[in-house]
């Protein structure tokens, strides 16, 4: 099948889906950037992908591969990952066993949780499939490779970070109560931010020796210590933060906020050591002391 056919199909789905190449890009576990590139030409979509494209919309996989005539598409559904049940997709190009259930944002998130409690090279493609209920050919149909998997847990979780700062400010106008919402979310009070933060050292630790996830890291805290600089900005001319270098300042509370909740992670709840709530009055009183306005 010619590339500019496969892209064409793919196009056609996420049109039919009524959602945007956006948040095609997001079910599909796939940098945006990644998913244009394909779609315009330059970059050609791997099988595993058009494989992921037919299981979220709901189409034959073998007509987005190009194996099946047109008539053996499906009809098209507007199947969101929450909603998607279990069935089989056959991957006739590759001519691998059918991929049965295996859905690629519930393997990614039965991957996380994996990586949370175990660590991400204690943790087996049998493992993942375990928790999925499917089998390895599954997660192989999806993500050939566990460096693949890893990178998409990675992007997972710093998507799943940016919604929920997103969410969680978007009502706040005043930039020194948006900071301190700010400190609050990513302070690991609950059982699930402590999880997040767990699968974030891992991903600390591969990054040094991965190149994929290392710029997936590095454009991550980019786009956070971005986000922290332009509140601190807005602070400023909102005349409640001192007249300090924004983006210094927003270098210095990220690793204060990095290096706490290390601690906090290193302490079992209840027990003597760095809490949750010594960690968020840490970062009250610093930016108490170094921000905000007497």
Same mark, same amino acid.
């Given at each position: ?92 190009? +590759?001519? /691998?066993?059918? $991929? ?5 944002? #519930?393997?990614? %998130? =039965?991957?996380?949780?994996?990586? &949370? @409690? ?88 591969? +990054?040094? /020796?991965?190149? $994929? ?5 590095? #454009?991550?805290? %980019? =786009?956070?210590?971005?986000?922290? &600089? @332009? ?64």
């Amino acid at each position: 099948m010619q590339h500019d056919e496969a892209a064409e199909r793919v196009r056609q789905v996420i049109r039919d889906a009524g959602v945007s190449q956006r948040e095609f890009a997001r079910r599909m576990v796939i940098d945006p950037s990644k998913l244009s590139r394909s779609l315009g030409g330059p970059r050609r979509f791997t099988t595993a992908e058009l494989a992921r494209v037919a299981d979220i919309a709901g189409v034959d996989a073998g007509w987005l591969l190009g194996t099946q005539p047109e008539q053996g598409r499906a009809p098209s559904q507007q199947v969101t990952p929450s909603a998607a049940r279990p069935r089989r997709v056959r991957n006739a190009a +590759a001519g /691998r066993p059918a $991929a049965d259930s295996g859905r690629p944002l #519930e393997i990614v %998130r =039965q991957t996380v949780r994996l990586i &949370a @409690e175990h660590g991400f090279h204690s943790v087996r493609v049998s493992d993942i499939a375990d928790a999925c209920g499917t089998s390895t050919a599954a997660i192989h149909y999806h993500f050939p490779g566990r460096d693949e998997l890893l990178e998409a847990a990675a992007r997972w979780c710093m998507d799943e970070d940016t919604a929920r700062r997103a969410a969680g400010t978007a009502d706040t106008h005043h930039a020194g109560d948006e900071l301190r919402l700010l400190i609050g979310l990513q302070t690991p009070y609950t059982s699930q931010q402590r999880r997040q933060w767990s699968v974030w050292l891992d991903l600390w630790a591969e +990054a040094a /020796r991965s190149t $994929a996830v290392g710029e997936l890291h590095v #454009e991550y805290y %980019r =786009q956070w210590r971005a986000t922290v &600089a @332009e509140v601190i900005g807005r602070g400023i001319a909102q005349e409640v933060f001192r007249p300090v270098d924004p983006e210094a300042a927003a270098l210095s509370l990220t690793a204060l906020i990095d290096g706490l909740a290390t601690q906090v992670l290193a302490t079992t709840p209840g027990e003597p050591g760095t809490s949750a709530k010594d960690m968020h009055g840490a970062l009250l009183r610093y930016v108490d002391a170094t921000l905000t306005v007497g």
